[in-house]
Nanobody, 121 residues
Framework: QVQLVESGGGLVQPGGSLRLSCVAS????????MGWHRQAPGKQRELVATITGSGTINYGDSVKGRFTVSRDNAKNTVYLQMNSLKPEDMAVYYCHAVNFDSVNLRWDDYWGQGTQVTVSS
């Protein structure tokens, strides 16, 4: 069972930067995919960025060129560097992991509790 703990959210002015971190525990293997989704009030949860253990990256269209996802496989930690933040980036950011259960031969999804990012002057 994988547990995800996020940190780094907070209040930032428009145009500012924040860095989110998510640490995964409960496994000794490299997690297949880790990343971030976000959900603003009244909106559906949307993809922000994902990165596989081999380094394949996928970004949501609204954050391309402003956000950078990275990970440290040795620490099973994923980061999200957010630059040029806009009010529309304000949301709860959730860490997400996908891993293969080799015992039960299935893919499992895991979610963190979320961290609030507020963009306001």
């Amino acid at each position: 069972q994988v547990q995800l703990v996020e940190s780094g959210g907070g209040l930032v002015q428009p145009g500012g930067s924040l860095r989110l971190s998510c640490v995964a525990s409960g496994t000794n293997s490299t997690i297949f995919s880790m990343g971030w989704h976000r959900q603003a009030p009244g909106k559906q949860r949307e993809l922000v960025a994902t990165i596989t253990g081999s380094g394949t990256i996928n970004y949501g269209d609204s954050v391309k060129g402003r956000f950078t996802v990275s990970r440290d496989n040795a620490k099973n930690t994923v980061y999200l560097q957010m630059n040029s933040l806009k009010p529309e980036d304000m949301a709860v950011y959730y860490c997400h992991a996908v891993n293969f259960d080799s015992v039960n031969l299935r893919w499992d999804d895991y979610w963190g509790q979320g961290t609030q990012v507020t963009v306001s002057s």
